[in-house]
């Protein structure tokens, strides 16, 4: 389950034999652990590739940093359930608590719902050490495989000191972007994790890594959200918006339990004319609805309810009971895409039902 390579001891010992200057006492590599989950960096045709397999395969590996590792999951990213990612917050914290000398960690994901994770990671994780999440698009059974690349520059960056304080990173093809921002822009090319309004936050060369700026919302150790003891997230749903949908679909998530809804709206918000019925159903029952864009980019201003909906740009000039209603339980994702803001507002629910606290929730993080 944990295991240490001893590459980096071995070389040290080669190179201290074999020299015939007095021998210097080598700076010790920093020490990074590596928590694998799955994904296509490990999905080798006839068989996947554990851990060690993984932290066996980067030429190079021995000047960056002295690595450890375990398997947590071998799993596609999409298969990871939330659960699991509360099991996995609490192991990242677990293992920076309980070494200090740690510099960093990586954890290897599947590419589809890498942003989720890594979403997740940033906003439960409660140390300023980097975390960095890495994956592949091409698997270990194909020609131009680049997981072994990818992971060697994630270890790199988490051994980065500059690194620290900047939250969960992503990296894959020699770029950092922030596990807040960044999202799977294409289904196959390489060059598919963007962050597309904040742009990318850092590049990793050979010679080293260089990060351009820093975060100014609130994550990893100034996060407020503690998940050591919670058991189960609060069930939360994303209804995309688009001509013709119906307030049925909106009606059923309400009945079946979920505690929030967010809104993948058109535009800055928009919902269809029958959607909003479904809405008011929804504020009805005590249900949050977080309005989002589907746009994949831009900021929901606070306080309108939506483009079309109470309150907003093309609402309706007087606000009836109902309304009222609604806008007491409607909340704006400010610039989050809609599956993190889902992931936002799972937390959000597990510590408050104050509307008011969750939008400061979604202005803050
Ligand atoms: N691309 C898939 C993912 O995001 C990986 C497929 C697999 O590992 O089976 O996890």
Redesign the pocket.
């Known amino acids: 389950m944990f295991n240490r390579l001893r590459v980096s001891c071995a070389l040290a010992a080669v190179v201290l034999t074999g020299a015939a200057a007095p021998a210097v006492a080598q700076p010790a590599l920093p020490r990074v652990h590596m928590v694998a989950t799955?994904?296509?960096i490990?999905?080798r045709d006839g068989g996947r590739l554990s851990a060690e397999d993984l932290a066996t395969s980067m030429p190079g590996l021995e000047r960056a940093a002295t690595l450890t590792y375990e398997q947590f999951l071998n799993?596609?990213?999409?298969q990871i359930t939330l659960e699991q990612w509360l099991q996995l917050a609490r192991r990242v914290n677990e293992l920076f608590a309980k070494d200090q000398g740690l510099a960093g960690i990586v954890v290897t994901s599947?590419?589809?719902?890498?942003e989720e994770t890594a979403f997740f990671l940033h906003l439960t994780v409660r140390d300023p050490r980097p975390v960095v999440v890495v994956g592949s698009m091409r698997n270990p059974s194909t020609l131009g495989y680049e997981g072994a690349a990818n992971l060697l520059e994630g270890v790199r960056v988490a051994a980065e000191p500059t690194a620290r304080g900047k939250g969960v990173l992503v990296v894959l093809n020699d770029e950092v972007n922030s596990a807040r921002d960044v999202t799977k822009t294409d289904a196959l090319r390489l060059q598919t994790f963007r962050s597309p309004t904040h742009g990318v936050l850092g590049i990793v060369d050979r010679d080293r890594v260089t990060l351009f700026r820093d975060l100014l919302q609130r994550h990893t150790a100034k996060s407020e959200f503690d998940v050591t003891r919670l058991t189960a997230l609060p069930r939360v749903e994303v209804v995309m918006v688009y001509q013709g949908a119906t307030a049925d679909v909106i009606k059923a998530i309400v009945d079946l339990g979920a505690k929030g809804i967010v809104m993948a709206g058109a535009g800055a918000g928009a919902t269809s004319g029958d959607q909003n019925a479904g809405l008011d159903y929804a504020a009805e029952k005590g249900v949050f609805i977080v309005t989002a864009t589907r746009t994949g980019a831009g900021r929901i201003a606070p306080n309108r309810g939506g483009q079309g909906g109470p309150g907003g740009p093309n609402g309706p000039a007087t606000v009836t009971p109902a309304q009222q209603r609604r806008r007491a339980f409607s909340v704006s994702s400010e610039d989050h895409i809609p599956v993190k803001a889902r992931i936002l507002l799972m937390l959000a629910l597990a510590t408050t039902s104050n509307r008011d606290e969750i939008q400061r929730i979604f202005s803050e993080y």
């Open positions: 799955g994904g296509t490990s999905n799993v596609a990213s999409s599947g590419t589809d719902t890498l």
